[in-house]
């Protein structure tokens, strides 16, 4: 009996370290690879249409009526404003529309954040784009306004 307590203590010590360690990886790994994005700016064409500061999205995007908008990028930006680059092929850009009736989101191979949007139905519509960094989103904007006019 004593020599069974002995293995299963040893089991159980052995498999409380393995896994703590596996553990304590993961989570520095997962923190570090993390994105530090706290704002962004959406530009076309040199001219800044929206902006996102402090979970406040500042601007409208319009777009024409049955037909797209120009190349609109995606500057991303940290807690001082600095942009941020993202050059890591884990992250990608997300988004979501609140009218698909609305709008229509385009996003052609190469234009990873960059994208056009296109005009379906005249009124008012709202995007929200994210950051995701494999299953989850390391950033998230409020809801962006779109106007189709």
Known sequence: ???????????????????????TDVDDDDHDDHAEVEGLMLRANGVT??????????????????????????????????????????FSLGHTIGNTSTIEWEQHEGEDYEFHLKGLSAGTTTLELSLLHGDHADFRTPAISVVVE
């Open 1 to 23: 009996m004593n020599t069974r307590f002995l293995s299963l203590f040893a089991f159980l010590f052995a498999f409380t370290f393995i896994s703590a360690c596996d553990s």
């Open 49 to 90: 249409l929206v902006t996102v500061d402090e979970g406040v999205a500042s601007g409208t995007i319009s777009v024409p009526l049955g037909d797209e908008t120009a190349l609109i990028l995606v500057q991303f930006m940290d807690h001082d404003g600095g942009v941020v680059t993202i050059d890591d092929p884990e």
